[in-house]
Antibody
Framework: EVQLLESGGGLVQPGGSLRLSCAASGFTFSSYAMSWVRQAPGKGLEWVSAISGSGGSTYYADSVKGRFTISRDNSKNTLYLQMNSLRAEGTAVYFC????????????????WGQGTLVTVSS | QSALTQPASVSGSPGQSITIPCTGTSSDVGGYNSVSWYQQRPGKAPKLMIYDVSNRPSGVSNRFSGSKSGNTASLTISGLQGEDEANYHCSSKRSGSTYVIFGGGTKLTVL
């Protein structure tokens, strides 16, 4: 059974940093692109970032480009999101999501999601 | 970037059929056969219901179907059941640097 478990969320001040992790199991982690998708309270979903199976290609939404960094450790079956210069609008539940194929551009949908981790940006 | 447009809410009675539209532009919905739909119950993770416009993942009921015409995609749920009550989000691949865009979500109420 595919499982994704996020961690690392919490309360952070505006301008601060936070690192999210997503532990994956039940599939060959290195064979699939992975993404982060967030959902602000009471709002819709917003795609944040994606990474190819090898980690060699990364993609970002304009709203986080230059401030967030996605990475993965295939030896640990773990996906990461380093978030710097956080803003109030970054308050959201952050979901880790699995793509259907190795390359992000070969399938822009998400076939398995974690339960999410809440990030609150507030002073 | 503007989100795809979905109605905030729809409702139907058990056994009926409902359709949720998702309107975009030629840069997203109309330009790619890459529309997907997700079901999300309160406090839970989204679940993939439809991908690539009209394909159902294994395990998803055949009461769920997807289609597209021009810049508008649609999710149809037939034979409504109480367990279908949830929020439904559409998504599409988009040209340019956004890559993927979502709709605002539609709350389905089964009366």
């Amino acid at each position: 059974e595919v499982q994704l478990l996020e961690s690392g969320g919490g309360l952070v001040q505006p301008g601060g940093s936070l690192r999210l992790s997503c532990a994956a199991s039940g599939f060959t982690f290195s064979s699939y692109a992975m993404s982060w998708v967030r959902q602000a309270p009471g709002k819709g979903l917003e795609w944040v970032s994606a990474i190819s199976g090898s980690g060699g290609s990364t993609y970002y939404a304009d709203s986080v480009k230059g401030r967030f960094t996605i990475s993965r450790d295939n030896s640990k079956n773990t996906l990461y999101l380093q978030m710097n210069s956080l803003r109030a609008e970054g308050t959201a539940v952050y979901f880790c999501a699995k793509g259907p194929r190795y390359n992000w551009n070969d399938g822009s949908y998400f076939d398995c999601w974690g339960q999410g981790t809440l990030v609150t940006v507030s002073s | 970037q503007s989100a795809l447009t979905q109605p905030a809410s729809v409702s139907g009675s058990p056994g009926q059929s409902i359709t949720i539209p998702c309107t975009g532009t030629s840069s997203d919905v109309g330009g790619y056969n890459s529309v997907s739909w997700y079901q999300q119950r309160p406090g839970k993770a989204p679940k993939l219901m439809i991908y690539d416009v009209s394909n159902r993942p294994s395990g998803v009921s055949n009461r769920f179907s997807g289609s597209k015409s021009g810049n508008t995609a649609s999710l149809t749920i037939s034979g409504l059941q109480g367990e279908d009550e949830a929020n439904y989000h559409c998504s599409s691949k988009r040209s340019g640097s956004t890559y993927v865009i979502f709709g605002g979500g539609t709350k389905l109420t089964v009366l």
